[in-house]
Nanobody, 117 residues
């Protein structure tokens, strides 16, 4: 059974940093894209970042230069380093895995990130 488990969320002041982790189990995802999405209260879930199987990364415009995504295939884990956080980054963050990240096959349960002003 495949599971994705996020960790690292929490409450931080504006300008601060958090590092999210997502550990996958149940199968190996070295040939899959891994990504992060987020959903703020009252809004639809939106794409944040993706890292392809060969390490290329793409970001939503609003997080470029502030967020960095990485992966460790040996640990079957993905990371999202979030710096210079803003109150508008407040959301539940979800990790996902799939051949096409915009049509992900597997999702984590979500972790809350709250940025206070």
């Amino acid at each position: 059974q495949v599971q994705l488990v996020e960790s690292g969320g929490g409450l931080v002041q504006a300008g601060g940093s958090l590092r999210l982790s997502c550990a996958a189990s149940g199968r190996t995802f070295s040939t899959y894209a891994m990504g992060w999405f987020r959903q703020a209260p009252g809004k639809e879930r939106e794409f944040v970042a993706v890292i392809t199987w060969n390490g290329s990364t793409y970001y939503q415009d609003s997080v470029k230069g502030r967020f960095t995504m990485s992966r460790d295939n040996a640990k079957n884990t993905m990371y999202l380093q979030m710096n210079s956080l803003k109150p508008e980054d407040t959301a539940v963050y979800y990790c996902a895995v799939g051949r096409n990240i915009m049509d992900a096959d597997y999702w984590g349960q979500g972790t809350q990130v709250t940025v206070s002003s």
